[in-house]
């Protein structure tokens, strides 16, 4: 079984990375039927730095490697979709482990399975439903009515 997992420098010894598609390296590790790891891999992430569609590019680089599963914090939507389709389970962990660890509890079946979304979902954000009532604190200066408004002018007041 192959598992990948973003990281910052790489190896069973680094945390997990806070996002998925955007981690600066990915730390794939191959594992036996009996647990014991066979073999562990650091890959740079091409897509870290690109102006847009990381996460279907590394999603991409998954189906190339073979991945069976992805542990993360999170995976954003786009991600999440292409590895769904592709059969890639998408196992949440928060970044305070390492990869030795979240590798051993998704073994043991201590994480959470599922298409894992947004910024960190699955530890207090999440995918919200935008129900915000926008009552922002702009006090409407520079719309006129006051010095140096909408082009009106200081004359004939």
């Given amino acids: 079984m192959k598992v990948l997992v973003p990281t910052i420098r790489g190896g069973l010894d680094d945390n997990v990375a806070g996002m998925f598609a955007r981690a600066p390296t990915f730390t794939l590790v191959e594992v036996d039927e009996s647990g014991n790891v066979k073999d562990v891999q650091v890959i740079q992430n091409q897509a870290a730095q690109a102006a847009r569609g990381a996460g279907i590019q590394v ?14 914090p999170s995976v954003g939507p786009n ?29 043991k079946g201590d994480l959470q399975s599922g298409p894992v979304q947004g910024p960190a979902a699955g530890f ?25 408004g909408s082009g009106r002018g200081r004359g004939g007041w």
Avoid: Y
């Fill in 124 to 148: 207090g954000q999440g995918m919200g439903r935008g129900m915000g009532r926008g009552m922002g604190r702009g006090r409407g200066m520079g719309r006129g009515g006051g010095r140096g």
């Fill in 79 to 107: 991600a999440a979709g292409a590895l769904s389709q592709a059969g890639i389970r998408m196992v949440s962990a928060p970044p305070t482990l390492t990869v030795r660890q979240a590798v051993e509890a998704f073994l």
């Fill in 59 to 72: 999603a991409q680089l998954c189906i190339d490697l073979g991945v069976d599963a992805v542990i993360a």
